[in-house]
């Protein structure tokens, strides 16, 4: 490689960089597709639920259930057809992103979109975002997890 990007008069400006990513264990990542339906809300809260649970993270599982009500119900709402995805992410943080099929983002002024409950999730977690996607949008938030002593991690 260094042979085919090295000129005569650029021999002292040449970097190497090699990384490997493993990626994450299956383990670490739960997905669901929901449908358009307000009725999904309460089925993506047990889901979270459990999958917490399972992963022995109840500590943040009420605050996670909470925030994905919300952000469900939102999906439902500016769905267009359908379906609805929910995915978990565990790392030394818990990522959850909520995923639907219209590109409209969800307004960053709180105090005007107060009734998306973003507002609620934007208090609860210790970050939120959105992302348009090829087809859709991404909401997503994140939650520390509580480390083993029961301090938190950072």
């Known amino acids: 490689m260094l042979d085919r990007f090295v000129s005569v008069d650029r021999k002292d400006d040449i970097a190497l960089l090699v990384a490997a990513l493993d990626g994450l264990p299956g383990a670490a990542v739960a997905t669901w ?8 809300v309460h089925r993506a809260r047990s889901l979270v639920r459990d999958q917490l649970v399972g992963w022995g993270l ?7 259930e909470l925030l994905v009500g919300e952000l469900i119900a939102n ?3 500016a769905a267009e057809h359908g379906p609805i995805q ?6 030394d943080r818990l990522l959850v992103e909520v995923s639907d099929d219209n ?12 009734k998306s409950g973003l507002g609620l999730v934007a208090r609860l977690c210790d970050r939120w975002g959105t992302a348009r996607k090829a087809v ?3 909401v997503w938030f994140e ?3 509580p480390s083993a002593s029961g301090a938190e991690t950072g």
């Open 86 to 91: 929910l995915q978990l992410i565990r790392t």
């Open 136 to 138: 859709g949008k991404v």
């Open 143 to 145: 939650l520390q997890i």
């Open 75 to 77: 999906a439902v709402h």
């Open 103 to 114: 590109h409209n983002l969800p307004s960053p002024d709180l105090r005007v979109d107060r």
């Open 58 to 64: 109840a500590k943040v599982a009420e605050t996670a």
């Open 33 to 40: 597709s929901l449908s358009v339906d307000t009725s999904e």
